[in-house]
């Protein structure tokens, strides 16, 4: 008999009232868990269409039927709800401890309806619900939040909150757990969706584990794997992903100045790995269950008497590094740090900076917009006051607070054209002039552009994945047969976020075939590859009729043209451009949809989504 997954607690805000949903079993082994049991969770809560600030916008948290458990990289979550950034589906994973914490306290999901009157903060304690007063902490910053609660609570507890970002409504503000650690779910906008609801943050403890059906199997499983796994993962676990920046650039996979400049390798190296490694890094951070510890703990900058906090990831380095011309490692450190205490995406914060430094350059803002900012190529200084403004709500950083694509209209001119997004939100830290599949995994994402909804250019490296057809590592730049991969990229990736687990167990070897075994182990689902794979068709395909329901079609299924249009020369990519509208073509096909990007009814019907 299988173990029911799928507890959720629902409360509504309004009147201060909660229940708890158990979600059918078939549900569970249809969405599986995570960000694919959101989307489901969400179409039932709201069922006509609701504005992201909507109080009846519900915003979710889930975890997936692995979650905490011994499967390898399983320390996983997700939080989704429509995006008040890009008005479309979204979701945001992240790793730490909270997930793992609120299955123990005896929920695998939780929904929040309304709006409080009042500042609020949620606890759970072991399947109890307490909503208390949070005016004390309405203003405070993710690190001062996290260490007031545990302050009240204790210092077990696993807190989720936002920051001031978060609070006024900027629409690149994220949710961050593990207090100084800062393990962020940064993107789409949900710090606003949650501080809308005037929700300052969300404290878990739980005392019980989540039931499985056979939990010494399962261990056993995960230790068998353990010594190769670790061997092949050796390499994030000595730089994490800031290792990455000096590869990316030299292949031509780094944004700099941009997106403008195809080589930077002095000042890639830095802002790298080796840099942080070797002059910074204090200890390695692990999330629950994680045997790698990519996570980088630095000293406190900010705040000279914080003994530790999580430093820059990859995305981080290299949007708010090279792209802004920023190559000083101490800058980058502090700038992190403020965007993780404000309860910013550090990827749509370097964005709007790189923005408005372009926008200065070509004399379409000066001083009556930035004041005494000076706000030239690479000064970081300018970037920290500029990216205060923005979460305050203050001056131009109220333009900037709505994101690219609202401020470039806003700006009028060229600005759109200097404004690399799609959908208000930016792109992310990959050039998809370097992978030809990165071009039509961002623009095909459920939430906008996003480097690992699809994680393609994987394959177009380094790794295989025999399961979905990838025998072998693909030419990067060529168009045959990048759709047919990244639609099966897409079904891994939409997959594992709903188990939830790390994609980088991927590099590790964790396949289709395994994950079938942990399922059965963990929840007695006897599930083969083909049933995963078309879960994960099947959730993908409900996020997509999400998003028509808010207007999207063919038209949505794109990028910005420097991206597209401008070459580079000088860099590892040379003048490639990704051949987007040949490989889109063949997506519609493969995916069983009209030539306007619509799943066809057949499609749908065979996916019990009909």
């Known amino acids: 008999m299988s173990r029911q997954f799928g507890k959720v607690l629902i409360v509504n805000l309004d009147d201060r009232a909660s229940r708890t949903w158990q979600i059918e079993d078939q549900k569970c082994r249809q969405f599986i868990g995570g960000a694919g049991l959101a989307a489901y969770v969400f179409q039932q809560l709201a069922p006509d269409p609701v504005a992201p600030l909507d109080p009846a916008n519900p915003f979710i948290a889930l975890t997936g039927p692995l979650t905490g458990t011994a499967a390898l990289l399983s320390g996983r979550h997700s939080f989704a709800g429509r995006s008040p950034q890009t008005g479309f589906w979204g979701e945001a994973s992240v790793g730490g401890h909270w997930g793992r914490e609120l299955r123990r306290a005896g929920f695998d999901g939780l929904a929040i309806l309304g709006r409080s009157e009042e500042p609020v903060y949620l606890y759970l304690n072991d399947g109890r619900l307490e909503i208390r007063n949070a005016g004390h902490l309405w203003g405070l910053d993710t690190f001062q939040t996290d260490q007031a609660l545990k302050a009240e609570l204790g210092d077990k507890v696993q807190t989720c909150v936002i920051g001031p970002a978060g609070e006024n409504l900027v629409k690149f503000s994220g949710l961050f757990t593990d207090g100084v650690h800062a393990r962020t779910a940064a993107r789409c906008g949900l710090g606003a969706l949650l501080g809308s609801k005037r929700v300052k943050g969300i404290a878990v403890r739980g005392t019980g584990e989540p039931p499985l059906r056979e939990p010494e199997a399962l261990k056993e499983s995960a230790k068998a794997l353990l010594a190769d796994f670790t061997g092949r993962l050796k390499g994030m676990s000595e730089f994490g992903t800031p290792g990455l920046v000096g590869p990316c650039e030299s292949i031509g996979d780094l944004p700099i100045n941009n997106w403008r400049q195809g080589r930077w390798t002095e000042g890639a190296k830095r802002i790298g790995g080796q840099e942080l490694k070797e002059n910074y890094l204090k200890k390695k951070f692990f999330c629950a269950g994680c045997v790698v510890g990519c996570g980088r703990t630095v000293a406190g900058v900010l705040d000279p ?107 009028g001119g060229l600005a759109p054209e200097y404004a690399i997004q799609t959908h208000n939100m930016a792109l992310p830290a990959h050039d998809p002039r370097a992978y030809s599949s990165i071009a039509l995994g961002y623009a095909t994402s459920s939430r906008g552009p996003c480097h690992v909804n699809a994680f393609s250019h994987m394959f177009e490296r380094a790794t295989t994945f025999p399961e979905i057809g990838v025998e072998a590592v693909l030419d990067r730049f060529a168009s045959q047969g990048k759709a047919e991969m990244v639609v099966g990229a897409q079904h891994v990736m939409y997959l594992w976020d709903s188990l939830a687990m790390c994609k980088f167990n991927i590099f590790g070897g964790v396949r289709l075939h395994l994950v079938g075994q942990w399922l059965e182990q963990a929840t007695g689902w006897d599930v083969d590859a083909a049933e995963l794979l078309e879960a994960a068709e099947r959730i993908f395909n409900l996020k997509r009729v999400l998003n028509i329901g808010w207007g999207w079609s063919r038209k949505d299924d794109r990028l910005p043209l420097r991206v597209l249009t401008l070459r580079t020369n000088d860099g590892g990519a040379g003048d490639h451009l990704p051949p987007f509208n040949v490989m889109l073509a063949d997506y519609y096909k493969i995916r069983g949809w009209t030539e306007e990007g619509l799943p066809q009814p057949e499609t749908l019907k065979r996916l019990d989504l009909a």
């Open 305 to 411: 008497l914080l003994q530790e906090t999580g430093g820059p990831e990859y995305e981080t380095l290299g949007m708010l590094g090279s792209n802004c011309l920023i190559d000083s490692m101490p800058a980058l450190l502090r700038l992190n740090e403020l965007c993780n205490r404000l309860g910013l995406d550090t990827i749509d914060a370097g964005a709007v900076v790189a923005f408005a430094m372009e926008l200065k350059e070509k004399g379409l803002i000066g001083p009556a917009e930035l004041g005494s900012i000076d706000l030239d190529w690479g000064n970081a200084k300018a970037a920290e006051e500029l990216i205060e403004l923005i979460a305050r709500r203050e001056g131009f950083g109220d333009l900037l607070a709505d994101g690219l694509e609202a401020a470039a209209e806003r700006v």
